[in-house]
Structures are given as C-alpha cells and as structure tokens.
T-cell receptor, first 115, second 112 residues
Framework: GAGVSQSPSNKVTEKGKDVELRCDPI?????LYWYRQSLGQGLEFLIY????????KSGLPSDRFSAERTGGSVSTLTIQRTQQEDSAVYLC?????????????FGNGTRLTVT | GESVGLHLPTLSVQEGDNSIINCAYS??????FIWYKQESGKGPQFIID?????DKRQGQRVTVLLNKTVKHLSLQIAATQPGDSAVYFC???????????FGTGTKLQVIP
C-alpha cells in the first residue's frame, strides 16, 4: 500500500519567508509525528498528534513553528519568518495506534534550504 | 533529560563479516525498542523491534539483543552486504505514550 507521502521533496526559500510542509500519513494511522534532521545528525522531535487529543508541541523550537492536522489525516508544518538555522530535512512519520506501541513509518522528508 | 545514545558513530565492516551496532538507553521505564535503517536521501525504515519482556529477537539476517540490567541494546547483522551500508538508529518508547526518542545514529560502511 501507499506509504507516508511528504511534499515538496525540496524547498529553497529566502530568509524571512514563510514555508508550509505537507504530510500525508498512511491511511488509518492515528498517530502522526514531525521530526527535524540536520545534516549528519539524529532526529529531533518536533510535534506529535494522536487522534483527537491535544497535540504534544513540546519539541517545537520556537513560536515561529506550528503544525496542524486536519480531519485526523493530512498534516501541515508551518515555519514563519524562516531563518538559516531552520535549514534541515523535515521528516513526517505515522503509526497505527497509541498507546499500544508500534513502529513509525517515515516519509522521505522535505529538504528545506533557507538562503 | 532521558536520552538514547550510541557508542560508535561510525563502523567499517568487511563484506561478509558480521556487524554489531550498540545503543545505550537511559530511561528504565522504556518498554519497546526499535532499530531503524536510514539510507541516503530517504526516511528511516523499520528493521526490527523488541519489547522489554524479551531479551532477544531474530529476523532475516538481523538479531536484536536487549540487556535491561545495563540498559543496552544491540543490532547484529549477519553476513554484512554492501546494501547494508546506511545509518542505523535505535529508538525507545516509554509505555503509554509514543513520544519516540532517537539516538544520534551509527554509520555503517561495508567494505567490498
């Protein structure tokens, strides 16, 4: 079946501009995550959605970052007034259910470059 | 805070040899562990998982070992192949909530 889809795959933007990154999770997956990965680094947790519960936003690095998930499916990560340090790969993942633990299924990410 | 870490940032292995990638975790309440493989330009992919009520689990050419006494996790890859070259991450889940914590990763280089 279809996996997690992220768009765009690459985004180049000028410092100060806003960007929106999109994630289409696997159908039926109730949990959705956003991570950020800088070059050669590990995965930094940003935000977690589970069903209709309030999202865990504890990983968002500043108030320039926000995310929403509409209808329990598609999610959008928005970065306002982008800075050069926002350059990274933004990864989205979904999983079948929580709290029963199950693996995360990742998309291939959006590579964001802020010039 | 809680963290998941790796002992070896890079590992070079001769093709055909076995590889062992290690991971230390610090949250004793974690009850589910996963190894992911990340190839260049792609997102991490699930390899194998293990729950805290087990100490060993085998897959195809891969084995995960869990030592809860010393909070240590390892991934063994048998007969390493060039296609195994990637970055490997361990990750831990704490019970009841899937805020998954990842380590910094180990790069596995397979020498032909």
């Amino acid at each position: 079946g279809a996996g997690v889809s992220q768009s765009p795959s690459n985004k180049v933007t000028e410092k100060g501009k806003d960007v929106e990154l999109r994630c289409d999770p696997i159908s039926g997956h109730t949990a959705l995550y956003w991570y950020r990965q800088s070059l050669g680094q590990g995965l930094e947790f940003l935000i977690y959605f589970q069903g209709n519960s309030a999202p865990d936003k504890s990983g968002l690095p500043s108030d320039r970052f926000s995310a929403e998930r509409t209808g329990g499916s598609v999610s959008t990560l928005t970065i306002q007034r982008t800075q050069q340090e926002d350059s990274a790969v933004y990864l989205c993942a979904s999983s079948l259910r929580s709290p029963d633990n199950s693996p995360l299924h990742f998309g291939n990410g959006t590579r964001l470059t802020v010039t | 805070g809680e963290s998941v870490g790796l002992h070896l940032p890079t590992l070079s292995v001769q093709e055909g040899d076995n590889s062992i990638i290690n991971c230390a975790y610090s949250n004793s309440a974690s009850d589910y562990f996963i190894w992911y493989k990340q190839e260049s330009g792609k997102g991490p992919q699930f390899i194998i998982d293990i729950r805290s009520n087990m100490d060993k689990r085998q897959g195809q050419r891969v084995t995960v070992l869990l030592n809860k006494t010393v909070k240590h996790l390892s991934l063994q890859i048998a007969a390493t192949q060039p296609g195994d070259s990637a970055v490997y991450f361990c990750a831990e889940h704490s019970g009841g909530y899937q805020k998954v914590t990842f380590g910094t990763g180990t790069k596995l280089q397979v020498i032909p």
